[in-house]
């Protein structure tokens, strides 16, 4: 067994709030899991910061397909990257960037 070679592709993402942003996912293909598909693996940070700023949140849950990220900096634009992960790690990600003062997306090549 190996780690996921398919990417989850998020279909909206827009700030809720000040402080929120709210994405939303497709799966990627279930042959591109490899094993049991344990769940989702969000990461997200201030665009101006450096990969330690990432925080994790970890849905354990494959049928879940959209999350809301509460508690950020407002005026702030964040990458948000989303893999699925199976029990032998992460497969790769698809990035958003999103700010949390104006809605809209904007996917990036990852």
Known sequence: MYAPT????ITTAHN??????HISWRPPHIETIHGEFLGYRIAYRPRDRGDE??????IRDPNVESHTIQNLETYTQYLVS?????PEGP?????VLIMTDEG???QLDS
Not at 16 to 21: C, D, V
Not at 53 to 58: D, G, Q
């Open 16 to 21: 809720t709030s000040s402080t929120s942003l």
């Open 91 to 95: 497969g790769p990600n698809t990035t």
């Open 53 to 58: 700023a990432f925080k994790e949140i970890y």
């Open 82 to 86: 989303l893999q699925v992960f199976n």
């Open 6 to 9: 398919g990417k989850p592709i």
């Open 104 to 106: 809209g997306m904007y």
